[in-house]
C-alpha cells in the first residue's frame, strides 16, 4: 500500500527565512503525482504546489518550490521570505496516474515568527 | 467562485445517534471524497464516489455509509455514533478520469459525539 511519510509534526522559522518541510513516500508505481496542501486556521485546504512524477524539473509557484527526489522518494517544500500568512499545516500528498485518491501524510503544522 | 460546501461547522451529536454530514459542489465533479482528519493522523479516506450512486470503501469505512443520489451531493452517514467517530471531517471533490488538478475541500465538520 502507498503511504506517505511527514516526519516533522512541527516546525517554526523566523519571518522572511526560508524553511523546508520534509516528505516521503513509498510506492511501486512509476507515474504518478504529489501535492502539498495548505491548510490555515480557517480549515479550508488550498492546493500549494503539484508535482508530476514524469517530470524532472522541480515544480515552482512563487515563493513555493519542491525538490522532487524520484529514486529516494522524497518530495520535499520550500517556502522562501515566509510570511506570516504561511503559518498553517501543510499536508503531503500522493495520487497514482488514473486514480483519483490522494494518500495524506501526517501533517506540519508551520510557525511563522515575527 | 468554485465551492464545496459542508452544511455545518460545528456538530455536536449523542452516542448512538444517527448522524448526517452533508456535501454539495457547485463545479460539476464527477468525483467525490470524504476523509476524516485526526492530529497526528493526517487524513484518512473514509469513502469516494466516481459517478452517481456509486460508491466505493476507502481506507477507515468502518461506521460509516455514504449516499450519492445526485452528482453535486455527497452524504457521509454515521448509523450510530460512537465517540470515537469524534474528529474533523473534510468532503472533497475532484473533475473525472485523468484530472489531475488536486482536490477542491469543503470548510470541514468538527464533529463531536459525547
Known amino acids: 500500500a502507498q503511504t506517505v511519510t511527514q516526519s516533522q509534526p512541527e516546525m517554526s522559522v523566523q519571518e522572511a527565512e526560508t524553511v523546508t518541510l520534509s516528505c516521503t513516500y513509498d510506492?511501486?508505481?512509476?507515474?504518478?503525482?504529489l501535492f502539498w496542501y495548505k491548510q490555515p486556521p480557517s480549515r479550508q485546504m488550498i492546493l500549494v504546489i503539484r508535482q508530476e512524477a514524469y517530470k524532472q524539473q522541480n515544480a515552482t509557484e512563487n515563493r513555493f518550490s519542491v525538490n522532487f527526489q524520484k529514486a529516494a522518494k522524497s518530495f520535499s517544500l520550500k517556502i522562501s521570505d515566509s510570511q506570516l500568512g504561511d503559518a498553517a499545516m501543510y499536508f503531503c500528498a500522493y495520487s497514482p496516474q488514473g486514480a483519483q485518491k490522494l494518500v495524506f501524510g501526517q501533517g506540519t503544522r508551520l510557525t511563522i515568527n515575527p | 467562485d468554485v465551492k464545496v460546501t459542508q452544511s455545518s461547522r460545528y456538530l455536536v451529536k449523542r452516542t448512538g445517534e444517527k448522524v448526517f454530514l452533508e456535501c454539495v459542489q457547485d463545479m460539476d465533479h464527477e468525483n467525490m471524497f470524504w476523509y476524516r482528519q485526526d492530529p497526528g493522523l493526517g487524513l484518512r479516506l473514509i469513502y469516494f464516489s466516481y459517478d452517481v450512486k456509486m460508491k466505493e470503501k476507502g481506507d477507515i469505512p468502518e461506521g460509516y455509509s455514504v449516499s450519492r443520489e445526485k452528482k453535486e451531493r455527497f452524504s457521509l452517514i454515521l448509523e450510530s455514533a460512537s465517540t470515537n467517530q469524534t474528529s474533523m471531517y473534510l468532503c472533497?471533490?475532484?473533475?473525472?478520469?485523468?484530472?489531475?488538478?488536486?482536490?477542491?475541500f469543503g470548510s470541514g465538520t468538527r464533529l463531536t459525539v459525547v
Open positions: 510506492t511501486s508505481e512509476s507515474d504518478y503525482y
Open positions: 472533497a471533490s475532484s473533475g473525472g478520469l485523468g484530472f489531475v488538478g488536486g482536490y477542491t
